[in-house]
């Protein structure tokens, strides 16, 4: 077992916001207009770093539109701000809800999946989460039966708008083609051209843009319901105009670029190499996914240049005078990742790892630190009888507690980001760990509030 697994240096992240991801975004509170459902997809193995924020002030304008969230009310109001919610039948009688598709579950461990739920419901108690893969058809019937419910409840409604939006290679468009094929059997099936595009679509300047950038902005139209009536956008990925400053901008990046939401090539691929390298010893530390790649009987390693040098051995990959072709075995071992390798390392047992897809990383011996009540897990009950279903209640939980950790250190990384603050001094750091704690009692306080309200 590796005892100390160094974090690898990493070049700053490239900038990559093609014209036609400016477009949609400037676009998006257009096309809202016309949506009933979001359809937010993130990739499962980069549960944060795949969220785009640059969505979520028009979500939140959409939302606020349709009576799904109260406006916020003036700074000095004493009242509750924002409310969670979901909503079925919102104030405007519009449809109005944003499902959160985890995708990809396939290249995730299983174990990490209700923690993550649970982490996710007790952070983000608006956000209805969802794992899928699109080669799990339970998932993709869940998923669409969800779809159908929602439009089953609002009746009145002649049809139902689904946007699907989310990052580059994050699975839109292969998933939105197994829920067509899962929602209308044989014959029925089709999908409608750009020309199709119905006044949403056209209402985002067509005159100005002409079709092409339309086929480019929001290209197809599927049907996924017939009875009632369910239509699904497709649209292009788009990433953040700005990956960060400093170590984390610089990380937040190669793995943008490992997922393959980053255009490859803007990448040395010896970095990509390092950091995957990093991430399968955190994950499985013990045996991690690539010894099945090395020669038979390697101890886990953490020096990329010896990784790369006994893999360009095993492959056999050499250049002239016989020397080891190492910048070609980092290209197979990145491309191996991407497909069977990703399912290896998602294989791996609860009992080593230190971490959970890209974003997520704890020592077990460490209780989190953001959080006074999360390390507080009760003892598993050591009682005979269940005591197995017990301890694995027990580990969920501390999971669980670590995953909320985090987020809340993900979060406070992105505010300090967004007021400049790179560089905190260690009383910053404490009075914004306090002002956390405040405002998540306040959160607290308000959803409370919102079921005594709401009569729950
Ligand atoms: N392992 C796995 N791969 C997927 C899944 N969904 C999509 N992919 C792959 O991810 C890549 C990008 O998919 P695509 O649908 O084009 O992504 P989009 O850019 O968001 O529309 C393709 O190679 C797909 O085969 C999934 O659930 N699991
Ligand atoms: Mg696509």
């Known amino acids: 077992m590796l005892a100390h697994i160094p974090f690898p240096i990493l070049p700053a992240p490239p900038s990559w916001f093609p014209g036609h991801m400016l477009q949609f975004q400037r676009n998006l509170p257009h096309l809202l207009t016309r949506t009933d459902v979001v359809l937010e997809l993130r990739d499962a193995r980069l549960p944060l770093t795949s969220i785009n924020r640059k969505f979520e002030g028009a979500l939140q304008t959409w939302r606020r539109e349709r009576g799904a969230i109260p406006t916020p009310p003036p700074a000095n109001d004493a009242g509750p701000s924002a409310l969670p919610m979901t909503p079925r039948a919102t104030g405007s009688g519009l449809v109005c809800e944003r499902i959160v ?101 056209n209402s985002v300047g067509t005159a100005h843009w002409g079709t092409s950038w339309i086929t480019r902005a929001i290209s197809t139209r599927l049907k996924l319901s017939i009875d009632p009536l369910v239509y699904a956008w497709d649209t292009p990925g788009v990433m953040l105009p700005f990956l960060g400053n400093g170590d984390s901008g610089a990380e937040r990046g190669v793995k943008l670029a490992l997922i393959a939401g980053i255009k490859e090539g803007l990448y040395d691929i010896d970095a990509l190499a390092s950091y995957l390298l990093y991430r399968l010893n955190v994950l499985d530390p013990v045996s991690p996914a690539y010894l099945q790649i090395l020669p038979p009987g390697t101890q886990p390693l953490t020096d990329v240049y010896e990784f790369l040098d006994l893999l360009a051995k095993r492959l056999g990959m050499l250049r002239r005078g016989g020397i080891r072709d190492t910048a070609r075995a980092a290209v197979w071992f990145v491309q191996w990742w991407r497909g069977e390798g990703g399912l290896a390392a998602a294989a791996s047992p609860r009992a080593a790892a230190r971490g959970w897809g890209f974003d997520f990383q704890w020592d077990l011996a460490d209780p989190p630190d953001s959080d006074p009540s999360a390390g507080a897990v ?47 001094s260690k009383t910053q750091e404490k009075k914004k760990v306090r002002q956390d704690l405040l405002a998540r009692r306040k959160a607290k306080a308000d959803r409370k509030w919102a079921k005594k309200v709401a009569g729950v």
């Open 101 to 201: 598709v985890f995708n990809k579950r396939d290249l995730v461990p299983e174990w990490g999946i209700k923690p993550f739920e649970r982490a996710m419901a007790a952070k983000y108690p608006d956000q209805r989460v969802f794992f899928a893969s699109w080669n799990k058809t339970r998932d993709i019937k869940a998923l669409n039966e969800l779809l159908v419910g929602v439009a089953k409840h609002n009746p009145h409604a002649p049809e139902m708008n689904v946007l699907v939006v989310g990052m580059p290679n994050v699975g839109k468009s292969t998933l939105l083609n197994a829920l067509r094929n899962i929602g209308i059997a044989g014959r029925e099936q089709f999908f409608v051209r750009s020309r199709s595009v119905p006044s949403a679509a």
């Open 378 to 424: 009760a003892p598993p009950d050591a009682t005979g009888a269940g005591s197995e279903k017990s301890q694995e209640r027990h580990d969920e939980a501390v999971i669980q507690a670590q995953m909320e950790a985090c987020i809340d250190r993900f979060e406070r990384g992105i505010d300090e980001e967004e007021v400049g603050g790179a560089n905190v």
